[in-house]
C-alpha cells in the first residue's frame, strides 16, 4: 500500500513536469529553439494565479481566477515572441538559448519584487479533501493534477490531429520555408505557439501552488521538466509527457530506497544513461522532415 501511495504522488509530480516540458517540445517543434524560461512561466504563472484569487484587494473566486491566468500567460507568451524572440530572428540557436536563460532571471526577479520570496500557496476548493480508493486515500489534489493532464493530453492531441491550426502547426514545425509557401503563416503560427506554451506553465503552475508552496526560485523546476522532455524525447509531446510521469515516479522511490545524498541525482543519471544509449530519447520516433 506504501508504494501505491508513492506511485499517486509521483505521478502527480509528475504530470506538473511532464506539462512544463510540453511547452518545451511546443515551442522546440515551431521554433527549433529552447526556451529555457519555461519554468520561471510556470512559476510566474502560479504568482499570477495567487494574485487574482489569494490577494485581499481582488480576491476573485477561483474559477474566474483560473481563465484569466490561462489568459495573462497566454498574453505573456505570444509578447515574449513578438517584441523579444523575433528579434533574434536569424541569430544562432546559442544565441537564443542564452536569451531565455536570461530571460528566466528577468522573470524570477519580477516575480519577486511583486510576490517577495516567501513560500505561497494557491487557495483552491479542494483543500483537505481526501479520496479514497479502496484502503488508498489520496488527497483530492493529486487527482485533480492527474485528470487535468489526461484531459489536456488528450484536447492536444485531438487538437493536432483534427484542427486546422494544430496542422498548420505540424507543418511549420517540419519544414518552416515549405509551409511558407504553401499558404501557412509561420510567424503567425509561431506566436500561437508561444501563446499556447504560456497558456500551458500557467496550468502547470496552478497546479503545482495547489500541490504546495511556490516561491520565485520554483522556476527552477524547468530543470526537471528539462530533463523529462530529453528523456522521452525532445520533439515527441506524448514522450515529454511520459517523461515528466518517469522522472516524477522516480523521485519518491529514490528518496524511500536510496539514501539521501544519492536519491537527488536519480532522474539526472537517468538523463545521463539515456544520452548515452538512446540519445533521441525513450519515446522519440526519428523521421524525416516533410510538410
Sequence with gaps: MENLQLLISGLANGCVYGLIALGFVLIYKATEAVNFAQGDLMMFGAFVAIGFHNAEFLHLPYWIAVPLTLAVM?????????????????????????????????????????????????????????VSIGGLVLGAEDVAVILVTLVLTIGLAVFFQRTNLGLAMQAASQNQLAAYY?????????????????????????????????????????????????????????????????????????????????????????????????????????RMKKV
Design 74 to 130: 497566454a498574453l505573456l507568451g505570444y509578447l515574449l515572441d513578438r517584441f523579444v524572440l523575433r528579434a533574434m530572428f536569424g541569430e544562432n540557436q546559442t544565441a537564443v538559448v542564452i536569451l531565455t536563460i536570461a530571460l528566466g532571471f528577468v522573470i524570477r526577479f519580477v516575480a519577486g519584487l511583486i510576490w517577495g520570496h516567501e513560500p505561497v500557496s494557491l487557495e483552491h476548493p479542494f483543500a483537505g479533501a481526501k
Design 182 to 286: 504553401v499558404g501557412v503563416p509561420v510567424k503567425r503560427v509561431q506566436g500561437i505557439v508561444w501563446a499556447l506554451a504560456g497558456a500551458m506553465a500557467a496550468i502547470a503552475g496552478i497546479l503545482f501552488a495547489a500541490k504546495g508552496a511556490v516561491d520565485p526560485s520554483s522556476g527552477l523546476l524547468g530543470i526537471k521538466a528539462f530533463a523529462a522532455a530529453v528523456i522521452g524525447g525532445f520533439g515527441s509531446l506524448p514522450g515529454a509527457l511520459l517523461g515528466g510521469l518517469i522522472v516524477g515516479v522516480m523521485e519518491p522511490f529514490a528518496s524511500r530506497y536510496i539514501a539521501a545524498g544519492y536519491s537527488q541525482i536519480a532522474p539526472y543519471s537517468l538523463l545521463l544513461a539515456v544520452l548515452i544509449f538512446r540519445p533521441h530519447g525513450l519515446f522519440s520516433q526519428t
